[in-house]
């Protein structure tokens, strides 16, 4: 059985950084693309980064610069570093395991695997 499991989700100010962790059990993170969505509240789910089997990383333009997505193979856990976060990036996030064609597009048909999520909450 598939299980991703998001921590690291909280309250910051502007400018302040979190680091999301996903533990994966059931499925291995090292051969396989992993990503990470968000879904603002009452808005569309969208692709924030994906990070392919070779290493190779897809972002989303709204996150570039600010968002570092990395996996640790050894522990089987993909991770997202954010920093200079904004009241926009507040949005349940959710770590996904990618089909091979779906990695690079950030879109959440190309999913397999779906976290339970984890909020994160940026105030001004």
């Known amino acids: 059985q598939v299980q991703l499991v998001e921590s690291g989700g909280g309250s910051v100010e502007a400018g302040g950084s979190l680091t999301l962790s996903c533990a994966a059990s059931?499925?291995?993170?090292?051969?396989?693309?992993m990503g990470w969505f968000r879904r603002p509240l009452g808005q569309a789910r969208e692709g924030v980064a994906d990070?392919?089997?070779?290493?190779?990383?897809t972002y989303a333009e709204s996150v570039k610069g600010r968002f570092t997505i990395s996996k640790n193979n050894a522990e089987n856990t993909l991770y997202l570093q954010m920093i200079g976060l904004k009241p926009e990036d507040t949005a349940m996030y959710y770590c996904?395991?990618?089909?091979?064609?779906?990695?690079?597009?950030?879109?959440?048909?190309?999913?397999?695997?779906w976290g339970q999520g984890t909020q994160v909450t940026v105030s001004s």
């Open positions: 059931g499925y291995s993170v090292s051969p396989n693309c």
């Open positions: 996904a395991a990618l089909a091979t064609w779906g990695c690079k597009q950030l879109r959440p048909y190309g999913v397999s695997y």
């Open positions: 990070i392919g089997a070779d290493g190779s990383t």
